[in-house]
């Protein structure tokens, strides 16, 4: 007998539902006869409530389309479940670091966002050591328009690099994130990483021509800011940097004096 037939006979037998689901539910509840008491008689009344309900589902719906709603329902909790579990190590782990040059991130991080190296002027004795990555699209909120005299300022950075093509063009920036890593390191005078560490991307250490600042490792296919100017207008400055052997006590000859040096910046 298929399915339907055994629902039509269901709701046939008293408009009730057949014995057959009547029976399975007694034994399930301790295999009680149904009028055997007042109470089980009330429960036996719901319980003839539940399968006529269900009787109705099924008849209604299918049998193959009610056990499909489950599968369906259960991959649904599945889902839910696992991506629950995942978020906290999803925001938890992963690095962030500034790749100073270039507008995009290299291939195994994704891009927070892109800009332009802001610094100091290479005049000024005030304002900040290091160099920011400014977005391309400030937000503001209270200001006070114009320019006052108490303020720290901030200049967009040009490359200092006169024996290059990169010379007086602005410099960009690429704030990029790795997932699944837990640190990241900028090595000075090295161009490869230590064991079971990954190379982000390496390229020339720089820092402000004229001021001290911070030093930067700048990607050794630098460019410079899509849309900005090759004129000289100052600002920041920034040059590639070289080891002096003296005065002071640099390791040389490992360091040779006035060699311009490199870097990289490794993640694990
Ligand atoms: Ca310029
Ligand atoms: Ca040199």
């Known amino acids: 007998m298929s399915a339907p037939d055994i629902l039509d006979e269901a709701e046939v ?6 014995d ?14 149904r009028d055997q008491t007042q109470n089980n008689n ?7 409530m539940k399968d006529k309900y269900l009787v109705w589902i099924l008849k209604t719906f299918g049998l193959s389309a009610f056990f499909e709603a489950l599968v369906l329902i259960a991959f649904a909790v599945t889902i839910v479940l696992l991506s629950t579990q995942s978020t906290p190590s ?3 782990s992963g690095i962030t670091y500034v790749r100073w040059g270039r507008t995009e991130c290299p291939n195994t ?3 927070v966002y ?3 190296a802001g610094g100091s002027y290479f005049e000024d004795t005030g304002s900040g050591a290091n160099l920011l990555c400014l977005p391309n699209d400030p937000e503001y909120v209270i200001v006070q328009e114009g320019e006052q005299a108490e303020r720290a300022r901030i200049y967009s950075t040009e490359y200092e690099l006169s024996d290059t093509d990169l010379h007086n063009h ?3 920036c690429a704030v990029c994130t790795v997932p699944h890593r837990g640190r990241k390191l900028m090595i000075p005078a090295k161009v490869t990483c230590p064991a079971n560490w990954t190379s982000e991307y390496r390229g020339y250490l720089m820092a402000e021509y004229f001021q001290r600042g911070e030093y930067i490792c700048v990607d050794e296919f630098a460019e ?3 849309g900005g100017s090759s004129g000289n207008e100052d600002g920041g400055l920034l040059a590639r940097v070289e080891g002096r052997c003296t005065p002071g006590n640099l390791p040389c000859p490992a360091y040779i004096n006035g060699n311009e040096l490199t870097c990289v910046v490794c993640s694990i």
């Open 114 to 116: 892109s800009g332009i």
């Open 42 to 48: 009330s429960v036996d009344g719901k319980n003839k």
């Open 224 to 226: 410079g800011r899509p």
């Open 90 to 92: 999803s925001i938890l």
């Open 170 to 172: 602005e410099v960009p």
């Open 20 to 33: 057959i689901i009547t029976h399975e539910y007694m034994e399930f509840s301790g295999g009680q006869p």
């Open 13 to 18: 037998r008293n408009g009730e539902p057949s």
């Open 109 to 111: 991080a994704h891009l």
